[in-house]
């Protein structure tokens, strides 16, 4: 199997996070292979958010270490993370709300093209922004609400924009936290058609709630309870494990 | 890169547009060079050498406010410090004879604060918000009082003075004149403008935007929020100490008022007045609160309350400031439908302006029975003299007051209607989004 050879993209080890007394993960060992398309299923308040935060950089571990590609990002900064090509979503949209859709996905890019801080250059006069985000916004289908404020847009587009901000850098390991809430039925299946398309050839680490949408995209699902995984397999072995019927999927999904 | 994608991007300028922004670049120049031949006095030439001052202070102030979202009640720390260096350098230049020109100072200033930004900065730009606005206060007062007490330095009350004319001449220009002293400005400000508008339009200026908006997705887009902020805050305090710079050159004496709340405050209205949300809103501030601050000063005693009103009015009803308010109207200007309005403002303006006008009659009244009771009671304001004892003009005051607050508000409800009216017809027309 080709994820054998890849290597791994993201590791957990023996990662867990308490909030005073209240522990939230609970010795998460986890693993993703690159290239790999991995589910993060589980009940509400299972800790999924709190596990993306955790990789993401956004908190901490209180013990455990994570790694991207092999190296210790645990305790890095979000931005420095960033930099090493892991790219994250929100759940809740989190978009520059007062800047158009072109100012937002721009910013996304400068980092990723070097432009780093730098004062002295004219925006206008960088060819290689304005193609990565001209390009990044025909995948995302926004170029009729280009010059529109974030803030504007309707909640599936701004969903959508979410993503494009994500994928904008670059980054060959992308985390998205439940692209599809609160989508309709026909906003779905083109999110996930999206989704598939941009992180072809990407490690992807997905948190999702429609069975649909998981079963359909994932190569492999971790299915996390109380903040601990309970199993990991593809969907075939989630389907039947007999564990995660009884925490989760009940009968529905069976 | 595909041509698809290329059709996707907005459209560069074109010539036409590069031709149109150059040329107002040049109209402004030219305009900065007529206008001291339309008004040569010298009350008006100081006067639009403050301006000057005060759009390059308040536009710094917008690259923390507007473009980076941190509210700073300290920036007269960086101003005050660029003006005590500049009195400082004159001296010194003055003394020792170096061939260093006094067009040359404002840019000790601008250093000057800098590297004061750059020394304090870097603690209090570490969250924006409430901790930052607090941090800002602190260092403010923290200056202030130093001011005081570092005599040798900051020359106590009376401050440090200089004389401009004893540094050395390029071309014969001695800088005694206030004329010459108008050009220096004018020429500082517009380099101050266009440096101030570049940086804008930079990669830091975009980012300082995004992490107004929202520093937290900013660093997952591989940005650390508090070096943009430290950033902004750096170029800030340069731009604050070239207009302390031009303060102290023009008066020729720096003192702790530079640096003081009063001085922050100032710069923070003007802004805000002028309307953050623009480039040239700080501008439209600085020239309304300059202008508005030396007239009102002659006309009433209490001209610092009038000044608070107006705050209070913008914040509360325009809190896109005087900018937001005319910009407002460019759709209905495109869409021709804006004459539709500006009978309703006719309307709404005569109960407005009899509220205002018994709102001022009441203010003096007030202020003349509470500030110097034992005089005569037959006062002037505004160049109008009136008997503040006599109950007609009381019942005259209340009478515009509540009278002109009743119509008003009917009248404003109009306004509302024509605006909606206007606007959906704009709309129709395809000209507003």
Known sequence: MSQFLKGTAIELRGVEKTFGITSVIRNVDLKVAQGERHALIGPNGAGKSTLFNLISGYMKPSVGQILLRDETISGLPPYQINRRGLSRSFQVTNVFANMTVWENIRCAVLWATGQRYAFWKNIDNLPEVRERTAQILVDISLTARRDVPAGLLTYAEQRALEIGITIAGGADVILLDEPTAGMSHAETERAVALIRRLTEGRTLLIVEHDMSVVFGLADRISVLVYGQIIASGTPEEIRGNKKVKEAYLGEEAA | ??????????????????????????????????????????????????????????????????????????????????GFLAIHAINIVAKNKFAIPLPVIPLIGGLTGLVFAALLGWVSTRRSGTAFAMISLGLAELVASSALILRTFFGGEAGVSANRTKVFRLFDWSFGPQIQIYYLVAAWTLLAVLAMYALTRTPLGRMCNAVRDNPERVQFVGYDPHVIRYLAFCFSGFFAGIAGALAAINFEIANSAYLGAVQSGTVLFATYIGGIGFFIGPIVGAIFVTILSLGLSDLTPVWQLYFGLIFIAVVMYAPGGLTGLLMMHRPLLRAGTLTRVLPSYAVAFVPTLAMITGLMLAIETIVHFTVNPGDDSHIKSFGIPFDAASPYIWAMAAMLIFGGFYLSRKTWTRVAQAWDEALSSARDKGVAA
């Open chain 2, 1 to 82: 890169m595909s041509d698809l994608a290329s059709s996707a991007a907005p459209p560069l300028p074109a010539a036409a547009d590069k031709l149109k922004f150059y040329g107002l670049w040049l109209a402004v120049i030219v305009a900065l060079l007529v206008l001291p031949k339309l008004f040569s006095s010298g009350g008006s030439l100081t006067t639009f050498s403050l301006i000057g001052i005060s759009i390059i202070f308040a536009l710094s102030y917008n690259i923390l406010l507007g473009q980076t979202g941190m509210l700073s009640f300290g920036h007269a720390v960086y101003y005050g410090l660029g």
